[in-house]
Nanobody, 124 residues
């Protein structure tokens, strides 16, 4: 079992930046590829980014490519999502998730563990 806890959400103006963190506890963090997803009210869950176990390769959704950066620190059991140039459309609850897939995946159903989410609100 892996427990995930997101932090770093909040209210930010359009054009601003936030860095989300996801701290993992339980089983060996480096055994899991990690991903970030979000869900806005009335919308389906959306894949944002994934990072492989060792951190050397990342996958991004087109909607955030060039604005968001996923990274991880296996020594700290933490995965991050740096979000720049935020837009009101980025307003959502953001979730981190862990999967046993080596390279990560953009399919939510492939993730075994999920955090409780952190709210990000971008004002215009």
């Amino acid at each position: 079992q892996v427990q995930l806890a997101e932090s770093g959400g909040g209210l930010v103006q359009a054009g601003g930046s936030l860095r989300l963190s996801c701290a993992a506890s339980g089983r060996t963090f480096s055994n899991y590829a990690m991903g970030w997803f979000r869900q806005a009210p009335g919308k389906e869950r959306e894949f944002l980014a994934a990072i492989i176990r060792g951190g050397g390769s990342q996958l991004y959704a087109d909607s955030v490519k060039g604005r968001f950066t996923i990274s991880r620190d296996n020594a700290k059991n933490t995965v991050y999502l740096q979000m720049n140039s935020l837009k009101p459309d980025d307003t959502a609850v953001y979730y981190c998730a862990g999967t046993t897939y080596y390279s990560g995946t953009d399919q939510g159903y492939e993730y075994n563990y999920w955090g409780q989410g952190t709210q990000v609100t971008v004002s215009s």
